[in-house]
């Protein structure tokens, strides 16, 4: 049975996604991804996750995340770590323009608890290069995240969290300064077996357009994770 803390915290976030949905243009996606990390001493993580995504009004797949990571853990719940994303762009399944990006960040596990559940952040710092366009755009990407626990054993959670994309140095393909995007996630993550784990949920991407109308991505999430 769900804790009133799990409902309560569920039902602010659909509050939040509810008060800004009348005044953007909706768009509905599919997300699906997997990620393998392996250990590799005591402190070190190596990484790879995959992340396909398809949209409704761009005509099926309009990109591709592959992420390579390399983590180091100076404490338990302390990971730092560095790497690069590959990013391919399509439009109607047609590649369209290639991205390349550096991806530093810090991530700080269970730092507080909060009724029955556990806060999580990180702090992610990119910079991006598009083959053909002049120059390198930077942006900062903090996340937190409340999970939940819905089983004694502690292994079936809740999961809200927000990610908030700021854009700090543009070029032409970034333009905007500020707060660019927000992604509001509600999901329940489980393991399937004693290393493999599933996420599944709906996340809600609000997108900040200057002059213009803002968007809202209504995405259906599903991960598969991998840890040896």
């Given at each position: 049975?769900?804790?009133?803390?799990?409902?309560?915290?569920?039902?602010?976030?659909?509050?939040?996604?509810?008060?800004?949905?009348?005044?953007?243009?909706?768009?509905?996606?599919?997300?699906?991804?997997?990620?393998?990390?392996?250990?590799?001493?005591?402190?070190?993580?190596?990484?790879?996750?995959?992340?396909?995504?398809?949209?409704?009004?761009?005509?099926?797949?309009?990109?591709?995340?592959?992420?390579?990571?390399?983590?180091?853990?100076?404490?338990?719940?302390?990971?730092?770590?560095?790497?690069?994303?590959?990013?391919?762009?399509?439009?109607?399944?047609?590649?369209?323009?290639?991205?390349?990006?550096?991806?530093?960040?810090?991530?700080?596990?269970?730092?507080?608890?909060?009724?029955?559940?556990?806060?999580?952040?990180?702090?992610?710092?990119?910079?991006?290069?598009?083959?053909?366009?002049?120059?390198?755009?930077?942006?900062?990407?903090?996340?937190?995240?409340?999970?939940?626990?819905?089983?004694?054993?502690?292994?079936?959670?809740?999961?809200?969290?927000?990610?908030?994309?700021?854009?700090?140095?543009?070029?032409?393909?970034?333009?905007?300064?500020?707060v660019d995007r927000m992604r509001n996630l509600i999901s329940i993550s489980?393991?399937?077996?004693?290393?493999?784990?599933?996420?599944?949920?709906?996340?809600?991407?609000?997108?900040?357009?200057k002059h213009g109308d803002d968007t809202m991505d209504h995405v259906a999430t599903v991960t598969l994770s991998l840890n040896l």
């Open positions: 049975m769900i804790s009133s803390t799990a409902r309560g915290a569920a039902g602010a976030l659909f509050l939040i996604l509810l008060a800004s949905r009348a005044e953007a243009r909706d768009d509905n996606q599919l997300w699906t991804g997997a990620t393998a990390t392996v250990k590799v001493s005591d402190k070190f993580r190596i990484s790879q996750e995959v992340v396909a995504r398809f949209s409704d009004n761009r005509n099926g797949l309009y990109e591709v995340e592959a992420v390579t990571m390399l983590g180091y853990k100076p404490t338990k719940n302390v990971t730092i770590a560095a790497g690069y994303v590959h990013n391919p762009l399509y439009s109607s399944g047609d590649f369209t323009a290639m991205e390349h990006r550096a991806r530093e960040q810090v991530q700080v596990d269970n730092f507080a608890q909060v009724g029955s559940g556990q806060l999580s952040a990180r702090l992610r710092l990119e910079q991006r290069w598009r083959e053909h366009a002049d120059g390198t755009a930077w942006r900062a990407r903090p996340y937190i995240k409340y999970a939940i626990p819905l089983t004694k054993d502690g292994k079936t959670n809740l999961n809200l969290s927000n990610e908030t994309f700021i854009n700090l140095k543009n070029t032409a393909f970034q333009a905007a300064d500020g489980t393991p399937l077996s004693g290393k493999l784990g599933i996420e599944a949920g709906y996340l809600n991407q609000y997108g900040f357009v």
